[in-house]
């Protein structure tokens, strides 16, 4: 890039660069850790903590005189507390997986379940005595009491009562512990008490000075993962105790112990934390075995008192006074303010040497400092120059030999040698390209100066002296160099202002980007674990480099900023890239990315170059405007993840149990979920993404910890709850839930009502197949009857019945036979009507018999007699065509009608009924009968009208009972 806008950028980024330096507030103190201070809620009402747990899945539970409290970084919940036992202190403290109990200066135990935390405890013992401490193992709950010694019950029946144990050499108990072998530690006033469990009976052992602890008063004690017991005594410091040898091996730091009591022990990584009643927290370095006070000054606002350190899930640990309870990541990070008095802030450049040696510059000068132990010591200011003036660096680097070179803006670069610090002074004089230095590097006798007059490559020759080889070697146009890096194939890699990376193989420079990228400005370079070449491109984030391919890191990745300044590799598999909002640790093989100051509430870091630099054990220093950060584990800062913790679930307001797979009525529609986003370094700035499948795809981002859900149909839903920042593999809370179906949707129902729905066709089918084939068969019986009844009305015997009665009318009454003819005449009309009618009224059939009955009443004279007393109100309803027809030719052909021995035939209305009956008088020679017109009878009122009509005979009557049918 050339011209005088490509000098104004250049000029605006180093003003904005260290701008800062000069109006940075000089600081008073150094801050030796990193903390969130948590004050009691209004719902505590000023009351002291009294006891302190985490529990398995990340909440914090507070005790105080007469309740206990749930803490998840934002709010306090109380719990439910009985009455009677408002008036004394929560003396303890203990989760057990589902279970959260809570000892009590009485002596009382009490016990809330993980689901029932919203209703009452249940009291489990009085112990009479303060509760102190309560563990478990596979065979037993043990309790401990500061004067009536330890309880036990046994793990095989929970709902047990505790006993006490017998004969304990002193009962006064502060601490207890569980090993894997099943055996009981007990930290009490008459030494370090062993229990153990033998064919069902207690065997006690007693330490003290004979096994070489250096006081009789234990106060506490702590298990650590290497099986290794840490004891804290009320004088003698504190000691390692081996559980197998049982021999205490003493502590160095801890000879001519000053601090007073030993409170609390917990071991996190490589140091061990103490309390401590005289000095407050101490911490131990196992390994270098070295104790400090911690932190070195009060800024750190720590309680006077701290009664309980307990280890957190955030990997970290609490510390609990009276007044507040702190989250911390011990020395996992500190920001100094100061070393040694001398001001640390908004640093320009930063360096660690192979001497173990901490190099930084700002705006008061150079300064060095010792980083061989636990503490950054002796530090003192570097002169650079004969005038004494404050001259601050660019960029620092260490030579092969041991040398440190110091690169400034404007005046060329310094090298100091690594032991006397004597100095020479290189400048464009010498050779230097030009005296604005913006990094230095090299790699074995031969060093490289980004300038901004481009690159300057010099070598130390055999006799120890800087000879510069050439001018420029980044190639034409590209004058302005931010950096130079020689990866493990020597191969030599530039960082241009706007002529993206050049790389320089064998002496030669090769194309390695594509045309997109070079008009690139690039910052910074690094090569990363996996060989992998980052680059840093302002306003567009990071770029990697590898096999000739490219891939982009950007925010929308997960970068705090598209503007990074500094890369480094660290010793665990993460780079850390500094810009302007601060550092982000990006795993170097799967591009994860954690926003590290953003993550734990950090100061933004000095937005220079070269302000990051790795110490020879791992431990990390990233300049920032309040001071110099110091990192340690830098692996466990990265993955440690915000817990998503579900609270409550509700449907219709009515709570569920989540504990099995949730299962819905198919009105349980209201479906609300209460969760907690537990982050305690920075709880207020967790944001959540929020999905719901099953209903749609759509994600959303709140900070609400409850989320309602309306009107939901029937399905099955996962509802995914992750941390807003998380990247999409990070750990989600997800809850499976199925609303079910109404009866009538669910898939068995519907495929039984098809089945049933199809065998009701079938039968419908069927039974209509049956309907039709019977009517069918009624109508043919009908047909055949009328052909038969019409047949038997003109048979020969009907003809000369009636041809006689007829011809004796004619010769006795005249007149009466020409009726005769007429009625005959009308009878055969009649039957004809209503041949195809399958219901008459009743009056039409009445007229029908009259005329039968007349022609029958001819030929019988007086012995027939038929009497018909129907009420008018009968006759509109409806009758099958010629039944009392066929009723009275059935009382005809099988009784005997004679003058003698008349036969009386009656119709009448009784009990809704159409009763036609005659007097029983059979004939002695039967006529051959089928059947017929009964059955037909039947038949037909059962198919046309549903109804049966009914049949009685007895010795001296036959009466059938016809319903009449209404007509519709």
């Known amino acids: 890039m050339k011209g005088s806008n490509a000098t104004a950028r250049i000029a605006g980024f180093f003003l904005a660069v260290m701008l800062p330096v000069f109006s940075a507030t000089q600081g008073l103190f150094s801050q030796q850790l990193f903390n969130r201070n948590f004050q009691p809620g209004y719902q505590i009402d000023g009351n002291k903590i009294t006891a302190m747990t985490e529990d398995s899945r990340g909440f914090v539970f507070l005790g105080v005189r007469g309740g206990v409290y749930g803490f998840d970084g934002v709010a306090y919940h109380p719990l439910p507390f009985p009455d009677s036992l408002k008036h004394y202190d929560v003396s303890m403290l203990a989760d057990a997986g589902q279970q959260l109990f809570a000892g009590l200066s009485s002596g009382a135990l009490l016990c809330w379940t993980n689901t029932g935390m919203d209703q009452l405890p249940e009291l489990l013992m009085q112990a009479g005595a303060p509760v102190t401490d309560m563990v478990f193992n596979s065979r037993h709950t043990w309790i401990s009491t500061y004067g009536n010694g330890i309880w036990f019950r046994s793990e095989v029946d929970d709902k047990s009562l505790f006993t006490k144990v017998d004969k304990l050499p002193d009962e006064s108990v502060y601490d207890l512990h569980a090993d894997d072998a099943g055996k009981l530690w007990a930290a009490t006033d008459g030494g370090l008490l062993q229990i153990s469990s033998v064919d069902g009976a ?156 901490l190099w930084w510059s700002n705006e008061g000068g150079l300064f060095v400092c010792d980083n061989t132990g636990i503490e950054l010591t002796k530090a003192r200011k570097i002169a650079l120059g004969p005038t004494g003036k404050a001259t601050y660096a660019s960029s620092i680097w260490e030579d092969s030999k041991g040398n440190i070179w110091v690169g400034t803006l404007d005046e060329g670069v310094f090298m100091l040698d690594g032991r006397d610090f004597s100095i020479q002074h290189f400048t464009e004089k010498d050779g230097l390209v030009n005296n604005n230095v913006l990094s230095v590097s090299g790699k074995g006798n031969q060093l490289w100066f980004a300038t901004l007059g481009g690159l300057s490559v010099a070598e130390i020759n055999p006799a120890g002296k ?68 980052w680059a840093a491109i302002p306003e567009k984030g990071l770029v990697r480099l590898k096999n000739d391919s490219l891939w982009w890191l950007r925010a929308s990745d997960g970068l705090s900023s598209t503007t990074i300044t500094s890369i480094i590799q660290t010793a665990s598999p993460y780079l850390i890239a500094v810009g302007y909002d601060g550092f982000n640790l990006i795993n170097a093989w799967t591009g994860k990315v954690v926003r590290g100051s953003k993550h734990y509430g950090l100061p933004s870091a000095q937005s220079g170059l070269g302000v990051v630099t790795n110490a020879a054990d791992g431990t990390v220093f990233i300049g920032t405007i309040e001071g110099i950060l110091r990192l340690e584990s830098i692996g466990d800062l990265a993955n440690r993840e915000p817990l998503i913790q579900l609270r409550r679930i509700t449907a219709n307001l009515e709570a569920i149990d989540y504990s099995r797979p949730i299962s819905l009525l198919p009105d349980q529609r209201q479906v609300s979920v209460s969760f907690a986003g537990l982050w305690y370094p920075q709880p207020e700035q967790i944001r959540f993404r929020v999905s719901l499948s099953g209903r749609d795809t759509t994600t959303f981002e709140t900070r609400d910890q409850t989320l309602h859900f309306g009107k939901l149909d029937a399905g099955v839903y996962k509802l995914g709850i992750q941390e807003a920042d998380a990247e999409n593999n990070g750990e989600a809370l997800e809850i499976d839930f199925t609303i079910r179906k109404p009866l009538w949707q669910q898939t068995w129902f519907i495929i039984l009502f098809l089945i049933a729905g199809a065998g009701l066709i079938y039968y419908w089918i ?203």
Request: with cysteine.
């Open 202 to 357: 207690f065997e006690m052992a007693v330490f003290g000075p004979t096994e070489g602890l250096p006081d009789l008063l234990v106060t506490c004690l702590y298990l650590d993962e290497e099986n290794q017991l840490w004891l804290g005594f009320q004088d003698g410091g504190f000691c390692s105790f081996d559980p197998v040898s049982h021999q205490a091996q003493r502590i160095k730091a801890a000879e001519n112990w000053q601090a007073g009591r030993v409170i609390k022990i917990i071991r996190l990584e490589n140091y061990l934390w103490m309390s401590t009643a005289g000095q407050g927290m101490l911490a131990y370095h196992l390994y270098h075995r070295q104790l400090m006070a911690w932190p070195e000054n009060e800024t750190a606002e720590l309680p006077q008192r701290i009664f309980q350190l307990t280890r957190s899930t955030l990997r970290g640990f609490w510390m609990a006074g009276p007044e507040k309870i702190i989250w911390t990541t011990g020395r996992q990070i500190e920001l100094h303010k100061q070393i040694n008095g001398l001001n640390s802030e908004a640093t320009t450049a930063l360096f660690a040497d192979s001497r173990n040696r």
């Open 466 to 533: 800087l000879v510069f080889l050439q001018g420029q070697a980044a190639g034409a146009g590209t004058n302005y160099i931010y950096d130079v890096l020689a990866d493990h194939r020597n191969n030599l890699w530039i960082a241009t202002d706007g002529q993206g990376i050049r790389k320089v193989e064998k002496g030669r420079h090769v194309e390695v980007l594509p045309d997109s990228l070079r008009r690139e400005v690039v910052y910074t370079l690094e090569e990363a674990a996996d060989g992998a070449i």
């Open 766 to 968: 069927k039974a209509r197949e049956a309907k039709i084939n019977a009517r069918q068969r009624l109508l043919r019986e009908k047909s055949e009857f009328e052909y038969r009844n019409l047949r038997s009305q003109v048979n020969p015997h009907f003809l000369f019945n009636s041809f006689s009665t007829l011809i004796a009318l004619i010769e006795n009454q005249g007149n009466d036979a020409v009726a005769y003819v007429e009625k005959l005449s009308d009878f055969f009309r009649q039957i004809l009507e209503h041949r195809d009618d399958t219901f008459i009224t009743i009056s039409e059939e009445l007229q029908l018999l009259q005329t039968y009955l007349f022609l029958q009443q001819k030929r019988y004279g007086k012995g027939f007699v038929a009497r018909i007393e129907l009420p008018d109100a009968v006759l509109p309803t409806l009758i099958p065509p010629m039944t009392l027809q066929m009723l009275a030719e059935n009382a005809l052909k099988h009784n005997i009608a004679s003058k003698d021995n008349p036969l009386e035939l009656r119709i009448y209305f009784e009990e809704n009924m159409v009763v036609v009956s005659n007097k029983l008088q059979l004939r002695s020679s039967k006529e051959a009968s089928t059947g017929l017109g009964l059955r037909n009878i039947r038949e037909r009122y059962q198919t046309f009208a549903g109804l049966q009509p009914t049949i009685e005979q007895t010795d001296k009557s036959f009466r059938v009972l016809l319903p009449p049918i209404k007509s519709h």
